[in-house]
C-alpha cells in the first residue's frame, strides 16, 4: 500500500470540522479588522523567496522544496506567504489607488524540517499582511487580533512575546557588537551556530541547543542598541499593549528566522505544545518592497501556525461534526424512486439531508439516523404512498407526525426551520 509522505497529512472528517470552525472565526475576525481575502499560488520563481527570505537563513539554505520545472526553470513550493502577497501587491500595482492595503490568506505552506509533533512538511498558516502603513500601532493591532483569536477559540495559555530588530540606520552597530561577543564564545557554540556566527549572527539568539543557550546569556541586547527612532516606536508599542491590557514580555532573544525583519517582532507562545511553543510570529518587514523591486513602503504582518491551532483550540471537535437535519428512510423501489427527488430538493433548500440508496430494513435505516446524529427521520413506504403521506419522526422526542406528500419539501422545511430556530 503506498503510504503519505513523510511530515504531511491527512485531515480527516471527524478532524475537519475544526478546521472548518477555527477558519470561520479567524476570517470573521480579520474581515471586522478590515483584512481582505487574497488567493496566492502555490510555487513560486525560487528567487522570490531566496531574495526575500534571505540566503543565509535556514529556510533558504535547506528546508526549501525546490526543483527544476520541465523546461529548467527553478520553482518552489511556498516557504511562507508573505513574499508573495508582497510580489502580488507589486505586480499588480495594489498600491497604486491606495498603498495602504490588509490582505489575509489561509493555505499550506512546505518546509522539508525535521518532522515531530507540531512540525509538518506541509503545514497551514493564516496570514495577515497589512502594506503602507508605518506607524507601530498597526503592529499592535496585530497582536491585538491575535490575542483576540486565541480568547475565541479557548486558548488560554498564550504568552506574547516582543522585541525590537532595529533598522538598517541602528543594526549593523548591534551586529557588530553580537558578532564581537559571538567570537568570544565560539567555542561553546553548536556547529550550526558556528557557521550562523559569521553570515547571519542573529539567528544564534534563537538557537534552541542548551549549552548555545547558556553560553549566549551574557550577549549583548539589541534593545540597548536601538536608534532613537527605533528606541521610542518600541516605547509607543509597549505603551499601547499596556493600554490595551495584553500582557507581554520583552524577549531580546526574538529574533525570527527571516532576514526582511525590522523593528517590532513578536510572537505568540504556550505551554501546551510542548518544544514547539509558537503558535503566532511576525513583525514589520519595512524593506521587503523596495527590495522586491517596488516603491519604499512599509509593511508588516503575521503568520499563525493554523495546525498548532487545531491542537489548542478548546473547541469541540464532536460538537462541530454536521449532523443530518433529516435523514429519509424509504421502504420498497417506489418509495425510494419518490423519496430520491425529495432528497435532492431538501438539499437545495439548504436542509442537510442523508438517505441510504440500498435495499435496508427500516430498523438498519433508523440505526443508521441515530448513528449520524440526525435530528429527524422521514419514513416512506407502500403504506404510506397509499395513504398520501409521509411520517416525519422528531428523533429527540420520538413524536410523529404525518406529513401529505403533496408539498411534502417545502412542509418538512417549515417544520424542520421552525424547531432549529427554538431557542
Ligand atoms: P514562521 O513563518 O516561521 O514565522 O512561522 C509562523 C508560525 O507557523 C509558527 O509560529 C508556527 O506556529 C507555524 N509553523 C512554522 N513552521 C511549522 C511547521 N513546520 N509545522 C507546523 N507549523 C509550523
Redesign the pocket.
Known amino acids: 500500500m503506498i503510504q503519505l509522505i513523510r511530515g504531511f497529512k491527512d485531515i480527516l472528517p471527524g478532524e475537519v470540522e475544526l478546521w472548518q470552525a477555527i477558519e470561520k472565526i479567524a476570517r470573521a475576525l480579520l474581515e471586522d479588522f478590515g483584512f481582505k481575502e487574497i488567493r496566492i499560488p502555490i510555487m513560486e520563481r525560487t528567487e522570490l523567496f531566496a531574495r526575500s527570505i534571505g540566503e543565509d537563513t535556514d529556510i533558504v539554505e535547506k528546508e526549501m522544496y525546490t526543483f527544476p520545472d520541465r523546461k529548467g526553470d527553478l520553482i518552489t513550493l511556498r516557504p511562507?506567504a508573505t513574499a508573495s502577497v508582497v510580489r502580488a501587491y507589486l505586480q499588480h500595482r495594489l498600491y497604486a489607488p491606495d498603498p495602504v492595503q490588509k490582505y489575509y490568506t489561509i493555505g499550506p505552506m512546505f518546509?522539508r524540517?525535521r518532522p515531530q509533533k507540531?512540525?509538518?512538511r506541509q503545514?497551514y498558516?493564516i496570514n495577515a499582511e497589512v502594506l503602507g502603513v508605518a506607524s507601530p500601532l498597526i503592529d499592535v493591532q496585530l497582536i491585538f487580533i491575535l490575542v483576540a483569536l486565541c480568547a475565541k477559540l479557548a486558548i488560554t495559555d498564550i504568552n506574547a512575546h516582543i522585541n525590537s530588530l532595529g533598522c538598517p540606520d541602528c543594526r549593523p552597530r548591534y551586529r557588530e557588537a553580537l558578532t564581537g561577543f559571538l567570537a568570544s564564545i565560539a567555542a561553546e557554540l553548536c556547529a550550526d551556530c558556528r557557521r550562523r556566527r559569521v553570515r547571519n549572527p542573529l539567528r544564534v539568539l534563537d538557537c534552541k541547543v542548551p549549552s548555545c543557550r547558556e553560553a549566549m546569556g551574557e550577549a549583548p541586547s539589541i534593545i540597548d542598541s536601538l536608534c532613537d527612532e527605533c528606541q521610542r516606536d518600541f516605547e509607543t508599542v509597549q505603551a499601547a499593549l499596556q493600554d490595551l491590557k495584553i500582557p507581554f514580555r520583552v524577549d531580546k532573544r526574538l529574533v525570527?528566522?527571516l532576514d526582511y525583519y525590522a523593528r517590532t517582532t513578536f510572537?505568540i507562545q504556550t505551554g501546551s505544545l510542548g518544544a514547539q511553543s509558537?503558535?503566532?510570529?511576525g513583525g514589520r518587514y519595512d524593506g521587503l518592497v523596495k527590495l522586491l523591486g517596488g516603491p519604499d513602503l512599509p509593511g508588516t504582518g503575521f503568520?499563525?501556525?493554523f495546525?498548532?491551532l487545531t491542537e489548542i483550540a478548546g473547541l469541540n471537535a464532536a460538537d462541530l461534526l454536521p449532523k443530518p437535519k433529516v435523514f429519509i428512510a424509504a421502504l420498497g423501489e417506489r418509495s425510494r424512486a419518490l423519496a430520491f427527488k425529495w432528497n435532492c430538493r431538501l438539499g437545495l433548500q439548504g436542509l442537510r439531508v442523508e438517505m441510504d440508496l440500498g435495499d435496508k430494513s427500516l430498523k438498519s435505516q433508523m440505526k443508521r439516523a441515530d448513528r449520524l446524529g440526525a435530528g429527524y427521520v422521514l419514513i416512506v413506504g407502500d403504506k404510506e404512498l397509499e395513504d398520501g403521506t409521509a411520517l416525519l419522526r422528531n428523533m429527540q422526542s420520538k413524536a410523529q407526525v404525518a406529513i401529505p406528500i403533496e408539498g411534502i419539501v417545502a412542509k418538512v422545511k417549515e417544520v424542520v426551520t421552525a424547531a432549529n430556530s427554538r431557542p
Do not use: H, T
Request: glycine share 20%; net charge neutral; proline share 0%.
Open positions: 511562507e518546509r524540517e507540531g512540525r509538518y503545514f498558516q525570527r528566522g510572537e509558537a503558535v503566532a510570529g503568520a499563525i501556525g495546525d498548532r
